[in-house]
């Protein structure tokens, strides 16, 4: 993530960016791709919720237009994405509640009412800007832990970064599938 400055660059088309960060003592990789959510760029948008586990849905809350827009970008990511996938809304540009369109109540029920995670957020001072990426990767993993997304299936847009990690979560998993049979003294395997 870049460090906050008063000078702002736009993303024009779709930009990458990875960062590794720590989410309950795991190192987590998270591959992020900025697709700027300008209508102008869609058509090419639309292929980055392919295999991806997780979403940002980004409005500027300065803009009513930008919110009214949030509709359409989440009917992308519930269309192409894995039905499985994490969508977090963000309200971006905190910092300018003097201009700002749409309220934090107004945003927070049209998440609720779509089943997102909702925060406010200003990538301009960074607050909390890493916190929303955690939050995501959270989400993810303990979507992973429940099984509601399995790593092993294609297109789950997780991959593991180790082999070894990789074997050994496959172990774990048959252990507890075993475990989860077992009624007092008797095992069904």
């Known amino acids: 993530m870049k460090m906050p400055t ?3 660059n736009h993303t024009i088309g779709v930009e990458f960016g990875s960062k590794i960060v720590n989410v309950g003592g ?3 990789k998270l591959q992020i791709w900025d697709t700027a959510g300008q209508e102008r760029f869609r058509s090419v948008t639309r ?19 930008s919110y009214n827009a949030l509709g359409n970008w989440l009917g992308d ?5 894995s039905p499985n996938i994490m969508i977090l809304c963000v309200g971006n540009k905190k910092d300018l509640e003097e201009e700002r369109q749409v309220t934090f109540m107004e945003a ?8 997102l995670m909702f ?12 916190e929303a990426f955690l939050k995501c990767a959270k989400s993810i993993l303990a979507k992973i832990e429940t099984g509601e997304l399995d790593p092993e299936r294609i297109g789950s847009g997780i991959q593991y970064g180790d082999a070894t ?8 998993s048959q252990r507890s599938k075993a475990g989860a049979e077992c009624m007092g003294s008797s095992c069904r395997i």
């Open 6 to 8: 008063l000078e702002s």
């Open 26 to 28: 795991k190192s987590v």
């Open 47 to 65: 292929s980055y919720y392919r295999g991806a586990a997780g979403a940002l849905l980004v409005y500027d809350l300065t803009s009513r237009d």
């Open 77 to 81: 990511a519930r269309t192409l994405a």
């Open 108 to 115: 927070s029920r049209f998440a609720q009412e779509n089943e």
């Open 119 to 130: 925060m406010e957020a200003s990538a301009l001072t960074g607050e909390n800007v890493e």
């Open 165 to 172: 990690l990789r074997r050994l979560n496959r172990a774990n």
